[in-house]
């Protein structure tokens, strides 16, 4: 997940997600670092999150 430090918000669903990343990602561990765009183009997944529709993957749209 994106660090505070680049001013996004500290939500409801996002700090639950760090406190129980195996219910939500099914992962034992979830990091705060910042992402960048090769990181992005290179997952196999990408998952958002947020409130209303909880945790969801999205595809990375590229345009050239």
């Known amino acids: 997940t994106p660090s505070l430090d680049l001013d996004i918000l500290n939500g409801v669903m996002r700090q639950a997600v760090l406190q129980q990343p195996q219910t939500y990602l099914g992962a034992d561990a979830v990091i705060e670092t910042h992402i960048t765009r090769d990181m992005l183009e290179r997952a196999e997944k990408i998952r958002l999150s947020n409130a209303?529709?909880?945790?969801?993957?999205a595809d990375l749209v590229v345009k050239e």
């Open 52 to 57: 209303l529709r909880g945790v969801f993957e």
